[in-house]
């Protein structure tokens, strides 16, 4: 997961045997030990590495397919109607992953809603969420102003040298 975050903010990672001589100096000379993980391509600005932070979490949405092509696509924030379930315990603001109905991880956001209401309100319209909590932030579970995709391209490239 420390890969993943650092490939997906664009860094490069390399994991080599750290009793193994000169192992640095012969990294940078070019010499292939260890595992290197290429940095993705995307450009990212601090505000989206730290709500990336949350590939480092176990909290989650699990959302449908309507959900999940509204997010890729058409980059529309995520409603409560589109949420099928939650893992672990989240704040309101706290960063969380986005987990499509196939279990890949598709975005990363900061939630507008402790996953005390979102369990309350997923499958909900947006209509009734004042009702069902008594209060309302918003229409979303995440804004999509506070949401960053994790596209198949961020994913870690992998090569053992």
Known sequence: ESARLATASGVDVVIAPGME???LVRL???EAIGTRFRASNAHRESRQRWILSA????AAVHVDHGAADALRRRGRSLLAAGVLRIDGRFGRGDPLSVIDPDGDRIACGLANYASSDVARIKGMHSAAIA??????FGEE?????NLVLVASRDRPQVSHG
Do not use: E
């Not at 579970?141 to 102003?145: A, E, Q, S």
């Open 21 to 23: 001589p000169d192992v």
């Open 141 to 145: 579970v995440i804004h999509r102003n």
């Open 55 to 58: 590939l480092t979490r176990r």
């Open 28 to 30: 940078v000379a070019g």
């Open 131 to 136: 009702d069902a909590l008594g209060y309302a």
